[in-house]
């Protein structure tokens, strides 16, 4: 069994930049390709960006290309999500998602979800 707690979340202004942190325990992440994924209200579930486990490739989102940045440090069991020049259209609660294989994929395919932390960016 897996678990997962992200942080890292607040509220910034337009432009401004937060780190999330999504750490694990109960197994390493070596075996799990994880991804961000973002729920704002009364939307669905959308993938930000993943991390994959065979080679540490990564993916984004078009609409936050060139803006955040996934890496991970498997001495800490812990995936970050850089995220710059943030938008309004950013807010949602950001959640970390794990799936036991080779490559990234959609949020139906997670097999273990973090309770979500907040991200709030004002105009």
């Known amino acids: 069994q897996l678990q997962l707690v992200e942080s890292g979340g607040g509220l910034v202004h337009a432009g401004g930049s937060l780190r999330l942190s999504c750490t694990s325990s109960?197994?390493?992440?070596?075996?799990?390709?994880i991804g961000w994924f973002r729920q704002a209200p009364g939307k669905e579930r959308e993938k930000v960006s993943c991390i994959a486990s065979i080679d540490g490739s990564t993916g984004y989102a078009d609409s936050v290309k060139g803006r955040f940045t996934i890496s991970r440090d498997k001495s800490k069991n812990t995936v970050y999500l850089q995220m710059n020049n943030l938008k309004p259209e950013d807010t949602a609660v950001y959640y970390c998602?794990?799936?036991?294989?080779?490559?990234?994929?959609?949020?139906?395919?997670?097999?273990?979800w973090g309770q979500g932390t907040q991200v709030t960016v004002s105009s």
């Open positions: 998602g794990a799936e036991m294989y080779y490559y990234c994929s959609g949020p139906e395919r997670q097999e273990y």
């Open positions: 109960g197994d390493t992440l070596d075996y799990y390709a």
